[in-house]
């Protein structure tokens, strides 16, 4: 029996979820597509006329209780909120971790002055608050929540930098590395730096989060992000809804959280921001060749430098050797790999350089805490 799914949610969500909800489709799931940005009074008839099986919708302030306020007493999933309601299933990504994702990136790099900008939001909140958290003891951060984008819709670009982040932009301590909450924010960010004459990422080094290539691609210089597995998020709410129809009750509990998958570096914060040349070569070689199986001593012949001279300064500016970073970056790419393919355990230790299964679980247990298996799994467990 075929299932009338309403969608109400935005095109930006809407081109996110696609790719995985597709597969629902073969499971009976049929969706009608309703733009959330229609008058809650136009929602109103439009779900009433539809009177769908389930309703799927993205959280938006105001609008999504407005939607759960109509009373269509129907299955019903939201995405991308960690509020619990009743009768209803919440998934979200983890946004303490993309916060924390964006700060050990960014110390990974050797910066020491931290700032973030929000936008009054709550995930924002909860992404500030993970990434403070991720920084080192004693470390500053400066926090500035700049708005006026409520209004306007997130592919576009055209609000000017208010008076009050001038001036906190002026007098951050440069150079500054600075956590955008969402993409739109990163490129606001990289446009008033431009404005005021500060240089990303020399002076001014910047990453967002979704990993929306709509906003990063164009974004000069291109923005860097914290990778949202958009694929798990629907894949999640796809399921939570068969779930639903088919009669389970499993709601109104703890929200279904999906863990982000590591930051893609792109110009606007990268290991190769540094004045040091020598520290350049060394970075791009690693990044080049991370699939590869060398060492430092490989390294080092290719690239005719001394050994001692490269570690003291990985030391000093990166606070850790080119052994660990190598394997720093190896780690970061299979967590996106676990996330977000399926590929088996040793395909994906062959594809970040490890080259034995065994090995890439031991480097991944020490640098993140579980195996890599774990990871998995509790990557997979969110979205049923």
């Not at 799927?56 to 939201?78: H, N, R, S, Y």
């Not at 995930?123 to 409520?150: M, N, P, W």
């Not at 639903?244 to 709601?251: A, Q």
């Not at 080259?355 to 890439?360: G, I, K, Y």
């Amino acid at each position: 029996m075929n299932h009338q799914v309403a969608i109400v949610m935005s095109e930006v969500f809407l081109r996110r979820l696609t790719p995985s909800l597709t597969a629902f489709v073969r499971r009976q799931q049929d969706y009608r597509i309703v733009s959330i940005h229609r008058p809650i009074a136009e929602l109103k008839v439009l779900l009433t006329e539809l009177n769908p099986a389930g309703l799927i919708t993205e959280w938006l302030p105001e609008t999504t209780d407005a939607i759960l306020e109509l009373g269509l007493k129907i299955p019903t999933v939201i995405v991308d909120t960690d509020f619990s309601y009743p009768g209803v299933v919440s998934v979200d990504v983890d946004d303490w971790a993309v916060g924390r994702d964006a700060a050990e990136t960014f110390m990974r790099s050797g910066y020491r002055n931290f700032a973030c900008l929000g936008n009054g939001l709550p995930y924002s909140e909860q992404r500030i608050e993970g990434f403070q958290s991720a920084l080192e003891k004693g470390a500053d951060c400066a926090v500035h929540i700049e708005t006026g984008f409520e209004d306007t819709r997130y592919s576009e670009s055209f609000v000017r930098p208010s008076s009050g982040l001038e001036t906190w932009l002026a007098g951050l301590p440069k150079p500054v590395a600075i956590f955008a909450v969402h993409d739109p924010l990163g490129r606001f960010l990289c446009g008033a730096c431009q404005q005021m004459g500060f240089n990303v990422p020399e002076e001014v080094s910047v990453i967002g989060a979704n990993n929306d290539e709509l906003v990063c691609g164009l974004t000069y210089p291109m923005l860097s992000s914290v990778a949202i597995p958009w694929n798990s998020l629907g894949a999640a709410a796809g399921e939570a809804m068969q779930q639903l129809i088919s009669g389970e009750t499993n709601t109104g509990k703890s929200a279904r959280l999906i863990q982000p998958s590591g930051v893609v570096l792109r110009h606007s914060a990268n290991h190769f921001a540094v004045d040091d040349p020598l520290l350049r070569r060394v970075m791009s070689y690693l990044s080049d060749r991370m699939q590869d199986a060398i060492s430092v001593g490989t390294m080092c012949d290719e690239l005719r430098i001394a050994r001692r001279t490269v570690e003291r300064k990985f030391k000093e500016h990166y606070r850790c050797t080119p052994w660990e970073m190598l394997c720093q970056l190896r780690v970061n790419q299979a967590k996106r790999l676990l996330t977000e393919t399926s590929h088996p355990v040793s395909l994906i230790s062959e594809l970040c350089g490890f080259n034995d299964p065994e090995r890439m679980a031991v480097v991944f247990k020490r640098l993140t805490g579980e195996a890599p298996s774990h990871f998995r799994r509790a990557s997979v467990a969110t979205r049923k």
